[in-house]
């Protein structure tokens, strides 16, 4: 099984801060990989795909970059609404896997 | 508008089973990759199992054997049955669609609400 490691586990951030989550995979995945936003009792929301493409109606702030092991997400200005925990998912083969999860929360 | 309802959920012992449904609207299963997520209490996202739209399914190696996943085309719905339950099945259990597509990869585009499972004597 392809394993996802997230760094870090907890983030504190200010609201107009930048902030980097980092996934690295246990072997290469190309670029199949997909990052999900969670709010508390929530489902989880599709941010980016394939690494780097933002699905429609999110916000232009949030990006991706990355191919093989090492994919980032980048929030570009932290707004209120982006406190949350993000994972990260691979696509690349079975079992689909997920990170353990990022929290980001309010400084 | 794209809509998944899972229902089913409840409290159940160990060795019970349990068949879980997630009712979609908006879209048609059947032309769609539809996975079972779930995620335990406090803890991160677990995939269970997919079902292509040509009927095939896959299944995350913890719920082979005990889990069957689905679907009515004529009800638009989906089912996942879990039999020989344990703990560490207790969960929200998730119904996703796969509906963004990049080089044959289909990532989970609309989510259900989730219906909680608890496994407990």
């Known amino acids: 099984d392809i394993q996802l490691t997230q760094s870090p586990s907890f983030l504190s951030a200010s609201v107009e801060d930048r902030v980097t989550i980092t996934c690295r995979a246990s072997q290469g995945i190309s670029s199949y990989l997909g990052w999900y936003q969670q709010k508390p009792g929530k489902a989880p929301k599709l941010l980016i795909y394939?690494?780097?493409t933002l699905q429609s109606g999110v916000p232009s702030r949030f990006s991706g970059s990355g191919s093989g092991t090492e994919f980032t997400l980048t929030i570009s200005s932290l707004q209120p609404e982006d406190f949350a925990t993000y994972f990260c998912?691979?696509?690349?083969?079975?079992?689909?896997?997920f990170g353990q999860g990022t929290r980001l929360e309010i400084k | 508008e794209v809509q998944l309802v899972e229902s089913g959920g409840g409290l159940i012992q160990p060795g019970g089973s349990l068949r879980l449904s997630c009712a979609a609207s908006?879209?048609?299963?059947?032309?769609?990759?539809m996975n079972w997520v779930r995620q335990a209490p406090g803890k991160g996202l677990e995939w269970v199992s997919i079902i292509y739209s040509d009927g095939n399914t896959y299944y995350a190696d913890s719920v082979k054997g005990r889990f069957t996943f689905s679907r009515d085309n004529s009800k638009n719905t989906l089912y996942l049955q879990m039999n020989s339950l344990r703990a560490e099945d207790t969960a929200v259990y998730y119904c996703a669609r796969g509906g963004t597509s990049w080089q044959g990869k289909y990532y989970f585009d609309y989510w259900g609400q989730g219906t909680l499972v608890t496994v407990s004597s």
């Open positions: 394939a690494a780097s």
């Open positions: 908006g879209f048609i299963v059947s032309n769609n990759f």
């Open positions: 998912q691979q696509l690349n083969s079975y079992p689909i896997t």
